[in-house]
């Protein structure tokens, strides 16, 4: 029997590291209270310094005072596996012995990364590792980031060394995945790090999951881990499709999406080091994604706010949080817009919204009394004969080329944009109470090469979505374009 015992299991969030935005230090206050708040949501470990904790942004130094903050706050709590991989075997053997001495219960070391050793090298070094440190190893295979795979055939040979207790596996092939399963699940703990794959990942006979989302959502996760292990697997299915968008999101914004998600939750973990940054690394629009799907969950509160138009006075609900005016008085203009989607996928919405009786009215008929050759505005509606309410009108920025054309692009863009409008006014981001009175007009771009019907509809479903709550919230303000002028770009720039 091996001396080492420990056998990592359950839910463990790979955790953020919180930097002050000014300077990107490291804000130890802000680190202890997520430490503090993911142990009182019941998670089975804590895994600092990892890929979602930015570890190859840090210096050495920075890195140790972080598994120190965890360690010390944790105060043996839960199990805390530290990331100690380098991209050579004696800087991983020297971060490695310095986690021990913190006192760390077990290391997670990534494959060494940009010069990309083989199998033999790989196998080396990780036998190198586990014979010059004392303490139980995780190996960890995240092929995406590293452009290194550890084949399975080196796993198999790996755990027959006391040292290795286990393997995250991040690769996101549920193939490889489950040869680790039939190879060498019995003599360690293999984990799931791909957030999408959980389920499929705790049905087959993996022992737990390391992940980043687990940060924002450990609850529904620790409860999908415990559907699964007492053969609840109907309510498991429906709790993995519940979340399956959101860890789709953020499995591709990695640790920007994650630290979005707990900034509006009110977790305060500050923003991530360049050149990680918003705008690029996580888009505007998938950052409004991510507020809709934890709005889905409960995880951020619904709002009440009171509209005003004309002598009217009304009381919605609203999504939003932290940025919504309490009381929404002129709808003279509101201005929106929202890009989703890249090149001949991409969505482009430009609208107005205002009072009939106001600008936006007059422009409104204007639109389709007298319109420019070319931009014809359309009414939108839902089925024939069946006019959205706000009345709203669509005018291509991009002039269809033929009836075919515009059936197979500006059709869905246009079928879009109704279920966009009236999806908010179920919301309550548009009053329904005032559907009589204010109007919309939406520029829509289409990318002349779109040819998917389905994605020009959903791109367009989001990007209209995501411009009518922009306009209500008056985001972005002069101050949040000042601050984000150096990260915009437009979404052809470096197009062919």
């Given at each position: 029997m091996s001396k080492f015992k420990f056998r990592p299991e359950g839910v463990m969030p790979a955790l953020v590291t919180p930097f002050n935005k000014d300077d990107e230090s490291i804000n130890e206050e802000n680190l202890r209270n997520l430490v503090n708040h993911l142990i009182a949501q019941g998670v089975t470990g804590l895994v600092p310094v990892g890929t979602t904790g930015e570890f190859v942004n840090m210096t050495f130094e920075e890195r140790l005072k972080v598994i120190e903050i965890v360690v010390d706050e944790t105060n043996g709590r839960v199990p805390v596996i530290a990331g100690t991989g380098e991209s050579g075997t004696r800087l991983t053997i020297d971060a490695t012995k310095a986690a021990t001495d913190i006192g760390v219960d077990a290391v997670l070391i990534v494959t060494p990364y940009y010069l990309k050793p083989k199998a033999k090298g790989l196998y080396d070094h990780y036998f190198t590792v586990a014979e010059k440190t004392d303490i139980p190893i995780l190996l960890y295979n995240i092929p995406a980031c590293t452009g290194v795979e550890l084949p399975w055939t080196v796993v198999e040979d790996l755990v027959d060394i006391d040292n290795i207790v286990g393997i995250k596996d991040s690769s996101g092939d549920y193939k490889y995945f489950s040869a680790l399963l039939e190879k060498v699940s019995d003599k360690i703990s293999v984990l799931i790090g791909w957030d999408e794959n959980v389920l499929g990942a705790l049905a087959g006979g993996a022992a737990g999951c390391i992940l980043g989302s687990a940060n924002v959502i450990p609850k529904i996760w620790l409860e999908i881990y415990d559907h699964v292990k007492n053969n609840r697997l109907e309510e498991a299915q429906y709790l993995q499709k519940k979340v399956q968008k959101l860890a789709r999101l953020l499995i591709n914004s990695g640790a920007l999406g994650v630290k979005s998600c707990l900034n509006l939750m009110k977790i305060p973990v500050g923003t991530t080091r360049q050149p990680l940054i918003l705008g690029d690394a996580l888009s505007y629009e998938i950052k409004d994604e991510l507020r809709v799907e934890l709005e889905k969950l409960g995880?951020?509160?619904?709002?009440?706010?009171?509209?005003?138009?004309?002598k009217k006075s009304l009381t919605?609900?609203?999504?939003?949080?932290?940025?919504?005016?309490?009381?929404i008085t002129d709808f003279k203009l509101k201005v929106g817009e929202s890009l989703v989607g890249e090149r001949a996928e991409l969505a482009h919405i430009d609208l107005l919204i205002g009072e009939k009786k106001g600008p936006v009215g007059n422009a409104y008929a204007q639109a389709l009394t007298n319109p420019e050759e070319g931009r014809e505005g359309l009414q939108v509606i839902l089925e024939p004969n069946m006019q959205v309410k706000p009345a709203t009108i669509m005018i291509p920025t991009v002039r269809p080329t033929s009836l075919r054309h515009a059936s197979l692009t500006y059709g869905p863009a246009q079928a879009a944009i109704a279920k966009a409008v009236m999806q908010c006014v179920e919301d309550g981001i548009l009053p329904k109470e005032a559907a009589d009175d204010i109007v919309l007009i939406v520029n829509v771009f289409v990318h002349p090469s779109a040819s998917a019907r389905k994605r020009v509809f959903i791109n367009n479903y989001k990007a209209t979505r995501n411009a009518i709550r922009k306009a209500i919230e008056g985001v972005p303000t002069v101050d949040d374009g000042l601050e984000n002028a150096e990260n915009a770009r437009h979404p052809f720039r470096n197009d062919p």
């Open positions: 995880l951020i509160k619904k709002k009440e706010i009171q509209f005003e138009i004309g919605s609900r609203f999504y939003a949080v932290g940025i919504t005016p309490e009381k």
